[in-house]
Antibody, heavy 121, light 108 residues
């Protein structure tokens, strides 16, 4: 069965970076784009960006440009999300999600369990 | 950027009642590329509806979606206890992908 398993919770200081992993299994890794979505405490869902596991092409939301990097390790079927220059407003649960049916555009049919990132001095 | 506005913010209903949730797009959403997700506390969102009106695998028939112009509706025909949650709409044809702010369906 399709699974996206994310790394564990992180606590970081302002100005630091965090790297969250998302390990995919149960399907052909290279065929499906992965997106990242975050959710601040008590708030809604915010789209961050996407990566094509084939070739590694990325698209980031404008507000994260310069701070966000997504990469893949095709040997392990893992996608990484690296967010730098952390501030308190980045405290959130970060989710990876798979796009249905190949291609960049589509509904998110499988989600990781979420990773809580807390930014605090 | 396509802005999605959901209403109402909170819906207070009893089990067995019908729930009607609205999602209005600021501009046309091409090809009905809109999805609905359900999220329960402490859980990841779950896909309910895609293509505005198609149920995802394993989703009960009491969930249905429709579109009229730039207005989208999620209907839960008869609320079950497990349906009390927050619901989000999302458009996925235009970048950036955007979500509505959510509608909470709570027990009255």
């Amino acid at each position: 069965q399709v699974q996206l398993v994310q790394s564990g919770a992180e606590v970081k200081k302002p100005g630091a970076s965090v790297k969250v992993s998302c390990e995919a299994s149960g399907y052909t890794f290279l065929r499906y784009y992965i997106h990242w979505v975050r959710q601040a405490p008590g708030q809604g869902l915010e789209w961050m960006g996407e990566i094509n596991p084939t070739g590694g092409a990325t698209t980031y939301a404008e507000r994260f440009q310069g701070r966000l990097t997504m990469t893949t390790d095709t040997s392990t079927g893992t996608v990484y999300m690296d967010l730098s220059s952390l501030r308190s407003e980045d405290t959130a649960v970060y989710y990876c999600a798979r796009v249905c049916c190949g291609g960049s555009y589509g509904e998110f049919d499988y989600w990781g369990q979420g990773t809580l990132v807390t930014v605090s001095s | 950027e396509i802005v999605l506005t959901q209403s109402p913010g909170t819906l207070s209903l009893s089990p067995g009642e019908r729930a009607t949730l609205s999602c209005r797009a600021s501009q046309s959403v091409p090809s009905s590329d809109l999805a609905w997700y359900q999220q329960k506390p402490g859980q990841a969102p779950r896909l309910l509806i895609y293509g505005a009106s198609s149920r995802a695998a394993g989703i009960p028939e009491r969930f249905s979606g429709s579109k009229s112009g730039t207005d989208f509706t999620l209907t839960i025909s008869r609320l079950e206890p497990e349906d009390f949650a927050v619901y989000y709409c999302q458009q996925y044809r235009s970048s950036p992908r955007t979500f509505g702010q959510g509608t909470k369906v709570e027990i009255k």
